[in-house]
């Protein structure tokens, strides 16, 4: 059964950077769309970002505040996939969890998503 582990996280000034991983063991990623989501002390876990790779094409949703900031990118042969993350700010900190869709398609329903990593923190100072 596939397992995800993430890694990458940290404290860091606002305006730094951070890159996130998410590996996976126990198999690769195949169709399905992969998603990062985080969840601050007290709110809900929203949506940050996904992928998915269909036909050779990649499709990218991000979060309108992560756009320009975040940008999600695959290894394949390592079977892991990075959430590289600029310009942080106070906002962004959270636990971070990268998941697997059930689907071939990106969602921002968490429902959608079948498989979960137990997170890693993010902590950007102001």
């Known amino acids: 059964q596939v397992q995800l582990v993430e890694s990458g996280g940290g404290l860091v000034q606002a305006g730094g950077s951070l890159r996130l991983s998410c590996a996976a063991s126990?198999?690769?990623?195949?169709?399905?769309?992969m998603g990062w989501w985080r969840q601050a002390p007290g709110k809900e876990r929203e949506f940050v970002a996904a992928?998915?790779?269909?036909?050779?094409?990649?499709?990218?949703d991000y979060e309108d505040s992560v756009k320009g900031r975040f940008t999600l990118s695959r290894d394949s042969a390592q079977n892991t996939v990075y959430l590289q993350m600029n310009s942080l700010r106070p906002e962004d900190t959270g636990v971070y969890h990268c998941?697997?869709?059930?689907?071939?398609?990106?969602?921002?329903?968490?429902?959608?998503?079948?498989?979960w990593g137990q997170g890693t923190q993010v902590s950007v100072s102001a």
């Open positions: 998941a697997q869709s059930r689907t071939g398609w990106t969602s921002r329903a968490s429902d959608d998503y079948e498989m």
């Open positions: 126990g198999g690769g990623f195949t169709k399905q769309a």
């Open positions: 992928v998915s790779w269909r036909r050779s094409i990649t499709y990218y």
